[in-house]
């Protein structure tokens, strides 16, 4: 009679085979889910990469000075080509911006792209403005591209409230320093020598620290 079983050798290679599409298989899902995972992973820094494409870090080879005053400061979120306003201890504006396409302060590019000369991003992250100083202020959500185009629109007198309920943050500054010129003796600093002072730590030593 023929033996109806397979041979030990052929079960013990069906066996394997098995064992060797089973890990083929889970090999593959598993780079699979890897894939997936980085892709998720890296969706926040697309974004943030996307709304960020304006942001550049200034040439270090631009002098600025402490006439009206120099300003150094981190924020909470990202709010380089966002206006503040002055608000008062219990969030009433006391303060608005005004710019228009013919400003000093603003450069219309091309293709009518508003930019603000009056504020740098340096390497160390840092901002440095001329125009603030340290009494309160809130940012709000009105580009410097919307202000302009508002404000050639309609004029400069634009109401309060306009501003008011644009507020998006009454306390932004997670670090801030100041330097007035007012009555004081005229410096002279380029942005590389700043952003030397921050990375070394030496910054104190010129400009006050108010947070």
């Known amino acids: 009679m023929r033996n109806k079983n ?3 050798h052929f079960s013990l290679n069906l066996y394997r085979a098995s064992n060797k599409n089973y890990f083929k298989q889970f090999k ?4 699979k889910t ?12 697309i974004f943030l990469g996307c709304k960020n494409d304006d942001l550049s870090f200034a040439n ?8 009206p005053s120099i300003s150094i400061y981190k924020t909470k979120n990202n709010y380089f ?3 503040y306003v002055g608000v008062d201890s219990v969030g009433n504006i006391t303060m608005t911006p005004s710019y228009t396409s013919t400003d000093s302060r603003i450069i219309v590019k091309d293709k009518g792209k508003v930019t603000y000369t009056q504020r740098w991003l340096l390497k160390s992250g840092y901002i440095v403005c001329k125009e603030m100083n340290y009494d309160k202020m809130a940012f ?4 410097f591209q919307e202000l302009v185009e508002h404000t050639d629109s309609i004029g400069s007198d634009i109401p309060i409230n306009w501003f008011q309920s644009r507020i998006i943050d009454k306390d932004p500054f ?4 100041w330097l007035g010129g007012l009555n004081k003796p005229h410096q002279e600093f ?13 910054i104190e030593t010129v400009l006050k620290k108010i947070k």
Request: net charge negative; hydrophobic share 35%.
């Open 6 to 8: 397979p041979p030990k």
């Open 140 to 143: 709000t959500n009105i580009t």
């Open 28 to 31: 593959n899902y598993i780079m």
């Open 190 to 202: 380029t942005l590389g020598q700043i952003n030397d002072m921050l990375e070394k730590g030496t």
């Open 174 to 177: 997670t670090e801030y320093y």
């Open 34 to 45: 890897i894939s997936l995972i980085l892709t998720f992973l890296s969706l926040p820094f």
């Open 60 to 67: 270090e080879n631009i002098v600025i000075d402490n006439q």
């Open 81 to 83: 080509n966002y206006v």
